[in-house]
């Protein structure tokens, strides 16, 4: 099964500063399989990247990331009052389904 | 548009079995899988499975197999996830959302409180 690790656990930054968050896997994954949410309290998690890099639908291109095999990378260039939250990234495999990482917590 | 709404908030007794349902609208509902997620209080994203909405076919987690089971009634495109013998650790706010490799739309949420 294979294990995503999300780091930091939490990002204290401020409003225009660049975020730099970090997953990685267990063993490699598949790029198409690797996807990025964000979640705030009382909401539904959200789709901001799926194949690794491909922004989904009406996600500001401040979102993009990168990444391969076992190292992915979710950026924000500059960051809006809105994007604090906590991010997680996710991949698909046969069995289990979906994985999870433990999470990002982006906080000012 | 594409909406999923699920069911409201349940409180249950330890050993219980709660059904929580999803509601899809705006899609042909047998085109797409649906996932169920839960998150615990203070946790992250747990995935619980997913059901097939065409076939019935479903993939559950290890960690439930045996406790959940998930079904879809096509008629309604409506998709359930029934837990069983419920902990105090099943509380949660429990997600549906669509699709397979990942999930491009998220019902709102129901939460599920497991006290005596």
């Known amino acids: 099964e294979i294990v995503l690790t999300q780091s930091p656990g939490t990002l204290s930054l401020s409003p225009g500063e660049r975020a730099t968050l970090s997953c990685r896997a267990s063993q490699s994954v598949s790029s198409n399989y690797l996807t990025w949410y964000q979640h705030k309290p009382g909401q539904a998690p959200r789709l901001l990247i799926y194949g690794a890099s491909i922004r989904a639908t009406g996600i500001p291109d401040r979102f993009s990331g990168s990444g391969s095999g076992t190292d992915f990378t979710l950026t924000i260039s500059r960051l809006e009052p809105e994007d604090f939250a906590v991010y997680y990234c996710?991949?698909?495999?046969?069995?289990?389904?979906?994985?999870f990482g433990g999470g990002t917590k982006v906080e000012i | 548009q594409v909406q999923l709404v699920q069911s409201g908030a349940e409180v249950k007794k330890p050993g219980a079995s709660v059904k929580v349902s999803c509601k899809a609208s705006g899609y042909t509902f047998t085109a797409y899988y649906i996932h169920w997620v839960r998150q615990a209080p203070g946790q992250g994203l747990e995935w619980m499975g997913w059901?097939?909405?065409?076939?019935?076919?479903?993939n559950y987690a290890q960690k439930f197999q045996g406790r959940v089971t998930m079904t879809r009634d096509t008629s309604i495109s409506t998709a359930y996830m029934e837990l069983s013998s419920l902990r105090s650790d099943d509380t949660a706010v429990y997600y549906c959302a669509r699709d397979l490799y990942w999930a491009d739309y998220w019902g709102q949420g129901t939460l599920v409180t497991v006290s005596s």
């Open positions: 059901i097939n909405s065409n076939s019935g076919g479903t």
């Open positions: 996710q991949q698909y495999g046969i069995s289990p389904g979906l994985t």
